[in-house]
């Protein structure tokens, strides 16, 4: 695949204080790329370099094969949405939407055609005569998605756009974004915290910590094969369920409890395969009732706390003095108090070594 921008041990410092570092990332032509993680990990200071509005401290930066890295924002073929709509306020949805387009001083045919791409694409047509005022929130970040579909890049970059809109807005809005780079196949560079816009928008999602990307992969890989205890934990709601135990001659051992291995891949990292562990198991990947009986691994619980959410039931007990989640129907009865027979296959199961935290 022809790779749309490419990154080169990046690295960016303020003072003493190291931002980025060494940071290497290629995306491909046409490819959704979203860069996840917590707050303060780099991510939307590594868009923030791509898109030229902060001078890196070394490496280089390209995107369709030209070196941008000292290049100003204007030159980079690139068109950004922030996390705020920065409207216009004085100025009408086409005014907002033109306003780039007549400062570069394009012919009016060619802004009367691209706003109207853009305003057909994101269907805001209606709203063309209206002010940021008169809008909804969902419709004032689409303006502001439409203000940098205008510009008729390759490249798009998103910062956290859905992040000041309620939970129905940020679903639909979602949908629309990816509906949007089907059509388009655009480049698309999206950086959230929300890791359920990242499964459900990304090609490959780059998960950031301490200014480094700890893995990156597509959405089945990152929920599947974590690369380490990180990453794990960060991704699932509810997060990961965790057991410190021993590996010992093909089992895992938690006191009294024995928890065979078989099935399980063991991965190529080096790490020895038995001692210190630490084993996860998904809340979803638990079940209970008349399938217990078909799984290789048992116990018996108590529930001490239920969190219905309508779809599911999410039901906290103790497996071993470790707090332990299960993911349950949402038709599902079950009280407090009571007792469960839990299951599930380690094959399902991530292991991560106890010093390193990295896969086994």
């Given at each position: 695949?022809?790779n749309?921008?490419e990154?080169?041990n990046?690295?960016?410092?303020f ?5 980025l570092?060494?940071l ?7 490819e959704?790329l ?6 303060g990990?780099?991510k939307?200071?590594?868009l ?5 509005l902060l001078?890196v401290?070394g ?12 290049a100003e ?6 068109g950004m949405v922030f996390?705020s709509?920065?409207l ?6 086409e ?18 055609k691209?706003?109207?791409?853009a305003?057909?694409v994101l269907?805001?047509e209606p709203l063309?005569?209206?002010?940021p ?20 890049v390759?490249?798009?970059l998103?910062?956290?756009?859905l992040?000041n809109l309620?939970?129905k807005?940020?679903a639909?809005?979602?949908v629309?974004i ?6 388009l196949q ?11 816009e ?19 992969g597509s ?8 690369i380490?205890?990180y990453?794990?934990d960060f ?10 135990g021993?590996?010992?001659?093909g089992?895992f051992?938690m006191g009294e409890?024995s ?6 891949e063991?991965g ?6 038995e001692?210190?562990a630490t ?6 990947h638990v079940v ?8 290789p691994?048992q116990?018996?619980?108590e529930v001490?706390l ?10 906290d007990c ?16 079950v009280?407090v108090?009571?007792?469960l027979?839990l ?11 106890a010093?390193?935290?990295l896969?086994?």
């Amino acid at each position: 695949m022809q790779n749309s921008v490419e990154i080169k041990n990046l690295d960016l410092q303020f003072g003493a204080v190291k931002v980025l570092q060494n940071l290497n990332l290629e995306i491909g032509k046409g490819e959704f790329l979203v860069l996840l993680g917590s707050s303060g990990c780099g991510k939307s200071t590594l868009l923030n370099c791509i898109a030229g509005l902060l001078d890196v401290s070394g490496g280089q930066i390209h995107i369709n094969d030209r070196n941008v890295t000292w290049a100003e924002p204007s030159d980079r073929g690139i068109g950004m949405v922030f996390q705020s709509y920065a409207l216009y306020p004085q100025m009408t949805v086409e005014g907002n939407l033109s306003f780039g387009l007549k400062n570069a001083k394009l012919p009016k045919p060619e802004i009367a055609k691209r706003i109207k791409h853009a305003s057909e694409v994101l269907q805001i047509e209606p709203l063309l005569k209206r002010k940021p005022a008169a809008l909804s929130g969902g419709q004032r970040q689409r303006v502001a998605i439409g203000r940098a579909l205008v510009r008729d890049v390759d490249v798009f970059l998103f910062d956290e756009p859905l992040s000041n809109l309620d939970a129905k807005l940020r679903a639909d809005l979602r949908v629309e974004i990816k509906r949007l780079h089907h059509k388009l196949q655009n480049t698309m560079i999206y950086v959230t915290h929300d890791q359920i816009e990242a499964m459900t928008l990304a090609d490959r999602i780059a998960i950031m910590r301490g200014g480094q990307i700890m893995q990156l992969g597509s959405p089945d890989e990152i929920y599947g094969q974590p690369i380490n205890k990180y990453v794990a934990d960060f991704i699932g709601s509810p997060s990961m369920n965790f057991l410190e135990g021993n590996i010992k001659n093909g089992t895992f051992e938690m006191g009294e409890l024995s928890i065979p291995l078989d099935g399980y891949e063991f991965g190529d990292t080096g790490a020895a395969t038995e001692g210190a562990a630490t084993m996860g198991i998904r809340p979803e990947h638990v079940v209970t009732g008349e399938l217990v009986e078909s799984t290789p691994f048992q116990v018996d619980v108590e529930v001490n706390l239920i969190e219905p959410t309508g779809s599911d039931t999410l039901v906290d007990c103790e497996v071993a003095g470790h707090h332990f989640r299960v993911r349950m129907d949402g038709q599902s009865r079950v009280s407090v108090g009571e007792k469960l027979r839990l299951g599930f296959a380690p094959a399902r199961a991530s292991l991560f070594d106890a010093k390193t935290e990295l896969r086994l």
